[in-house]
């Protein structure tokens, strides 16, 4: 069981490493904290700290640097305890304020995830991962059926989450403006409220609602609706802050040519996102080795949820090397999180 001053010199060692790049050593500690105790109880407890695997000593007769355990340990300090957690809560309620001045003008969610992963990116000096809502748990707002000719439909998917998708229908007859208000009509009768998954059983029987003649020229449209959803069924995700990695390439150990292909390829591994378990007022931290996906396993992934009248959507993530500032960046991703989210009032 770690002591009380032993995390305080862990703590130390990890925050002079964070700030300086180079192994720690025992003086540094002595002449630049007061614990209170003498340089060689210092030294006693960097050997302890050592044997028990939270520092590691990079060359022999060198300083010592934070292990992927020495990480969990400060940062779970960080998220769990009271007078640290502070720390966090300050960049928290600076970072939202930011964030939620420039997010709140911006309707469009392509536009206002992209932005979002920009400014988590800037914000902490690492790379951003938006998700785009989980469809699966959003619902429909409304399907809506926009004559731009004749025989030209432009069709809008528009759900609660901020979410729209169109394409425009090219139909082999005209559709008047009646008949194209009845389909819009019965659409939205059926489907409005519903989530994707009703959406997908619903479609194939409403056609069948309407005379031969109507039939043959809303198929088109049905078509295109279910192209939409199939499209908002995919996973989705917003990058940026690639940059920032490469800067910091030695501190990957050549792992991060792998990282910056995911980002490149939008890579399936990003659905690790969706299978990690979150308690809504507190991000969480995964660490180097932790990470099961090889391509992040040099890595820290730090994220936190948003959610839609308080069910989870989605995700937000910053990914760096294991030697970052965790409680700005903790900080960073519950504010994004929290700016997100859209939630009902009590």
């Known amino acids: 069981m770690i002591s009380e001053r032993n995390m305080a010199v862990l703590r130390a060692i990890i925050e002079e490493f964070i700030a300086t790049n180079e192994p720690v050593a025992s003086k540094s500690l002595v002449e630049k904290h007061n614990f209170g105790v003498s340089s060689a109880t210092i030294r006693n407890d960097m050997a302890f700290l050592e044997e028990e695997g939270y520092i590691a000593a990079p060359h022999t007769s060198s300083g010592r640097v934070p292990t992927d355990k020495g990480y ?27 964030f939620s001045k420039t997010l709140d003008q911006l309707t469009d969610l392509d536009e206002k995830l992209h932005t979002s992963a920009q400014l988590l990116a800037k914000a902490t000096g690492e790379a951003a991962v938006v998700q785009y809502p989980n469809m699966q748990v959003v619902l429909i707002s409304s399907i809506e059926l926009i004559k731009v000719a004749d025989n030209r439909i432009l069709v809008l998917l528009i759900t609660d989450a901020q979410r729209i998708q169109q394409h425009v229908v090219a139909l082999k007859e005209n559709i008047s403006d009646d008949d194209l208000n009845l389909f819009r009509l019965k659409l ?26 109507l039939k043959s020229t809303v198929e088109p449209l049905l078509s295109s609706i279910r192209m939409l959803v199939d499209v ?48 809504s007022s507190r991000p969480r931290a ?58 009902t009032e009590a």
């Open 72 to 98: 969990r340990a400060f940062v779970d300090q960080l998220t769990q305890v009271e007078q640290v957690a502070t720390e966090v809560r300050k960049n928290l309620i600076d970072l939202k304020r930011l």
């Open 232 to 279: 908002n069924k995919q996973d989705k995700v917003a990058f940026a802050g690639s940059s920032n990695l490469i800067r910091n390439e030695s501190q990957f150990a050549g792992g991060l040519e792998s990282l910056l292909k995911t980002f490149d390829e939008q890579s399936d591994i990003w659905q690790v996102l969706n299978l990690l378990p979150l308690e």
């Open 188 to 213: 939205n009768e059926e489907c409005a409220g519903k989530t994707m998954e009703v959406l997908t059983e619903k479609l194939p029987k409403l056609s069948g609602q309407f005379s031969p003649k």
């Open 286 to 343: 995964i660490i180097g080795s932790e990470n099961t996906v090889l391509e992040l396993s040099t890595s820290s992934l730090l994220l936190s949820s948003y959610s839609n009248q308080g069910t989870e959507v989605a995700k937000v993530a910053v990914v760096g090397p294991t030697r970052m500032n965790y409680s700005k960046n903790l900080a960073a991703v519950l504010a994004l999180s929290n700016s997100l989210s859209n939630e």
